[in-house]
Nanobody, 125 residues
């Protein structure tokens, strides 16, 4: 069975850090690109970061650049999102997704092939 499972969410104060994990089962990450998305209450889901081991590309949305770092560990079939300097506006449910041949569609949630169920991140001021 193919699964993506996020973990590592929680509640922190502003300025704190969290490390999210996205673990895959049923397929190997080294063939896929992985994106992180988030959805805040009352808002649309937004793309925040992307990693493609195949061509070593890594992208971030502007609001998280310099604060978040995406990385992959193919041996553990996992992708991580290190989040530092968290702000209350980072509060959201965070999701990972995996896909092949995304090209410019890595920003689009529906373009991926597999999706996790999300992990809650709450940042208090």
């Amino acid at each position: 069975e193919v699964q993506l499972v996020e973990s590592g969410g929680g509640s922190v104060q502003a300025g704190g850090s969290l490390r999210l994990s996205c673990a895959a089962s049923g397929f190997t990450f080294d063939e896929y690109a992985v994106g992180w998305f988030r959805q805040a209450p009352g808002k649309e889901r937004e793309w925040i970061s992307y990693i493609n081991n195949g061509d070593s590309s890594i992208y971030y949305t502007e609001s998280v650049k310099g604060r978040f770092t995406i990385s992959a560990d193919n041996a553990k079939n996992s992708v991580y999102l290190q989040m530092n300097g968290l702000k209350p506006e980072d509060t959201a449910v965070y999701y990972c997704a995996a896909g092949i041949h995304l090209k410019a569609l890595y920003l689009v949630w529906e373009s991926y092939d597999y999706w996790g169920r999300g992990t809650q991140v709450t940042v208090s001021s």
